[in-house]
């Protein structure tokens, strides 16, 4: 089992900054994808950026160059700095993350945390 605590979601005003953090703990494999998704209200949980335990990342494109997603391996935290946030960026931010182990394909989730952006 991993388990995932997230912090750092918020309200904040249009072109604001945000940075979420999730820290990952229990059974952890070395080759791992750590990523935010995002769910608004009344549609459906989308990715936002995912990096791998290598560091090679993948943003969607609504997010290029506003986000930066980072991890930490050593301490197996992900970052997702957030700029120039827009009104459409609101939403519940999970923190997900991804191994294979014995079972096959494991997915965890964090609980959530809501990022608002707004005047």
């Known amino acids: 089992q991993v388990q995932l605590v997230e912090s750092g979601g918020g309200l904040v005003q249009p072109g604001g900054s945000l940075r979420l953090s999730c820290a990952a703990s229990?059974?952890?494999?070395?080759?791992?994808?750590m990523g935010w998704y995002r769910q608004a209200p009344g549609k459906e949980r989308e990715l936002v950026a995912r990096?791998?335990?290598?560091?090679?990342?993948n943003y969607a494109d609504s997010v290029k160059g506003r986000f930066t997603i980072s991890r930490d391996n050593a301490k197996n935290t992900v970052y997702l700095q957030m700029n120039n946030l827009k009104p459409e960026d609101t939403a519940v931010y999970y923190c997900?993350?991804?191994?294979?182990?014995?079972?096959?394909?494991?997915?965890?989730w964090g609980q959530g945390t809501q990022v608002t952006v707004s005047s």
């Open positions: 990096i791998f335990s290598g560091g090679i990342t």
């Open positions: 997900n993350h991804r191994q294979i182990g014995d079972a096959g394909l494991m997915d965890y």
């Open positions: 229990g059974s952890i494999f070395s080759r791992n994808t």
